[in-house]
């Protein structure tokens, strides 16, 4: 899987919209973008997930760069309960196709996001 | 409700002896993941498990032995040839699909006495 760069942590305040930005320049046509967020003291949770359209679940939106470069995660209203480090994931799809089946995720060091109430 | 249970939440280790770790899923998942994280890091795979009776060393299996003899367990022990197990350990599971989210468990944190 490429390699992707976060900035090492983030503050924000309490219900304003947080922008965690990820560098993802060696990515490939077939890779997926992922997201995923680890609260303290517990297991990482998936947060969002796409490929070339900007995409929003009730977590959170993500928007991707127009050349997939870049991707950033935003949470529009953070709350302290979103206090956590935040992890951006390359996943390759050709691996799916090729029948290589589920495998392990890469996790790098991530974002730990600070809100301040 | 569904989910993944790891059991004990902290486990305490004598020099030189093995020790096991619980991951239990009722999810229907057929892969199952064991990762482990240091302070401050992000997590690394240990073994994963694409199906019953079979699973694949990941990126730091030495010192670690898996079983996957059901579909709903997959337990992780840790043997006396790892020479640093203090770390969170964090089981998941997944769809056999290889762009599906995974699960994870709260962990278990094994110290070393």
């Known amino acids: 899987d490429a390699k992707t760069t976060q900035p090492n942590s983030m503050e924000s305040n309490e219900e304003e919209p947080v922008h965690l930005p990820c560098n993802h320049s060696?990515?490939?046509?077939?890779?997926?973008i992922h997201w995923y967020r680890q609260l303290p003291s517990q297991g990482p949770e998936y947060v969002i997930h796409?490929?070339?359209s900007n995409v929003n679940n009730r977590m959170a939106s993500l928007a991707i760069a127009e050349d997939r470069k870049s991707s950033t995660l935003i949470l529009h209203r953070a709350t302290l309960r979103d206090a956590a480090v935040y992890y951006c994931i390359l996943r390759d799809l050709e691996r799916m196709y090729s029948g290589g089946g589920a495998d392990g995720l890469t996790f790098g060091k991530g974002t730990h996001l600070i809100i301040q109430p | 409700d569904g989910g993944i249970t790891q059991s004990p939440k902290y486990l305490f280790r004598k020099e030189g002896q093995n020790v096991t770790l619980s991951c239990e899923q009722n999810l229907n998942h057929d892969a199952m993941y064991w990762y482990r994280q240091d302070p401050g890091q992000g997590l690394r795979l240990i073994y994963y498990s694409q199906i019953v009776n079979d699973f694949q060393k990941g990126d730091i299996a030495e010192g670690y032995s898996v079983s996957r003899e059901k579909k709903e367990s997959f337990p992780l022990t840790v043997t006396s040839a790892q020479k640093n197990p203090t770390a969170f350990y964090l089981c998941?599971?997944?769809?056999?699909?290889?762009?599906?989210?995974?699960?994870f468990g709260d962990g278990t944190r094994l110290s070393i006495l």
């Open positions: 796409g490929l070339t």
């Open positions: 998941a599971s997944s769809t056999q699909e290889h762009n599906q989210p995974q699960h």
């Open positions: 060696t990515i490939s046509g077939t890779d997926y």
